[in-house]
């Protein structure tokens, strides 16, 4: 495994981390045993970063993620949750980074996770109803309380990083990021208030903070696996993405084939492609791709093994640009 050190954590991490959406059953691959499986032979690897939220599954996630690291592993491990996206029932969310709110989140999601501290606890989505203040006061307040290590951010606009920066450190922030949307107006249809490359990065290098690109194989597409087509299930959260939808798929898809093209020559396939991509990029510290198997696991962490050339990455941006009208911004 390979490792980045950032400035503001005292950590080293792993450049491949461990998304665990789909441990909690919205996507098509979920399984609590393959789940657990899949998190021990994370670490064996050398993973150590493992990036959660109370949200993915309904707290189903969390559990399982907390499950997997008993017996002497959790030690082993840095785990990025987040607060602050509550649900009355699946499917149906709201913001909420009020005090009240993320001191009950705070406890709910340490039980589940069946630990006494979060390293990384990240707000989920912004809150316009609740001042930054009152957000970063209460983080400062369970930073504290030793109940959590470090704070981040996912999905904020930047003038709002550097405000709570103004209370509180920001050691940590997550966007969506990876060969197509690296400058994406929307994220399944909900609008995002950053351009990831041309916003949030140089903050990032700015402040030495950590940053962690969510989506990294754009929810399997830069995986290669929807060849023949979208065939999710009707219960997979992929689904509410429309550019996995219509004719923007297909714009996509074309893209897709051109990138396999060069692999081909290279003798590579497209996933360790899109990680290798994202991994010379100096601001990304670990990327967060999700695994359906431990077979998928290895085929990520493979990434490693090697480095894009710059020819490589001069012939992979003049395909970027060509489809730039279409993908940057998800048009």
């Known amino acids: 495994m390979v490792y980045k050190k950032t400035k503001m954590i005292e950590e080293k991490i792993s450049v491949i981390g461990l998304g665990c959406w789909n441990f909690g059953g919205d996507w098509d691959s979920s399984d609590k045993r393959k789940s657990i499986a899949i998190v021990h032979a994370a670490i064996e690897m050398g993973i150590n970063l493992f990036d959660v939220a109370p949200v993915y599954g309904w707290g189903q996630s969390e559990t399982i993620l907390g499950n997997a690291l008993q017996d002497g592993r959790r030690n082993k491990v840095l785990i990025a949750s987040k607060g602050g996206l509550l649900w009355d029932k699946p499917y149906q969310t709201q913001n909420?980074?009020?005090?009240?709110?993320?001191?009950?989140?705070?406890d709910a999601s340490l039980k589940r996770l069946q630990t006494d501290y979060i390293d990384i606890y990240q707000m989920h989505w912004p809150d316009p109803t609740t001042p930054l203040q009152e957000t970063a006061q209460v983080l400062d307040e369970i930073?504290?309380?030793?109940?959590?290590?470090?704070?981040?951010?996912?999905?904020?606009?930047?003038?709002?990083?550097?405000?709570?920066?103004?209370?509180?450190?920001?050691?940590?922030?997550?966007?969506?990021?990876?060969m197509f949307e690296r400058n994406s107006t929307s994220y399944h249809g909900i609008p995002l208030d950053y351009r990831t490359e041309a916003d949030v990065l140089p903050v990032v290098k700015k402040?030495?903070?950590?940053?962690?690109?969510?989506?990294?194989?754009f929810?399997?597409?830069?995986?290669?696996?929807?060849?023949?087509?979208?065939?999710?299930?009707?219960?997979?959260?992929?689904?509410?993405?429309?550019?996995?939808?219509?004719?923007?798929?297909?714009?996509?898809?074309?893209?897709?084939?051109?990138?396999?093209e060069v692999g081909e020559k290279i003798g590579r396939?497209?996933?360790?492609?899109?990680?290798?991509?994202?991994?010379?990029?100096?601001?990304?510290?670990?990327?967060?791709?999700?695994?359906?198997?431990?077979?998928q696991l290895q085929k990520n962490v493979k990434s490693v093994e090697w480095d894009l050339d710059d020819m490589t990455v001069k012939e992979l941006e003049v395909i970027l640009q060509q489809f730039a009208q279409n993908i940057y911004y998800g048009k």
Not at 158 to 166: A, G
Request: aromatic share 10%; proline share 5%; with cysteine.
């Open 269 to 295: 396939p497209i996933n360790e492609i899109a990680f290798n991509w994202l991994r010379r990029k100096p601001e990304v510290t670990s990327i967060i791709g999700g695994a359906s198997s431990v077979e």
């Open 219 to 260: 929810q399997g597409l830069l995986a290669g696996k929807f060849d023949s087509g979208i065939t999710f299930s009707k219960k997979d959260i992929r689904n509410a993405n429309p550019k996995l939808a219509g004719e923007g798929f297909e714009k996509y898809r074309r893209a897709v084939m051109r990138i396999e």
């Open 96 to 106: 909420n980074l009020s005090r009240t709110s993320l001191l009950k989140e705070i």
């Open 143 to 178: 930073r504290k309380a030793g109940k959590i290590r470090y704070v981040g951010l996912s999905n904020f606009a930047q003038r709002d990083v550097e405000m709570m920066m103004n209370y509180i450190p920001v050691h940590c922030q997550q966007s969506l990021y990876n």
């Open 207 to 217: 402040y030495g903070q950590v940053f962690l690109p969510y989506s990294p194989l």
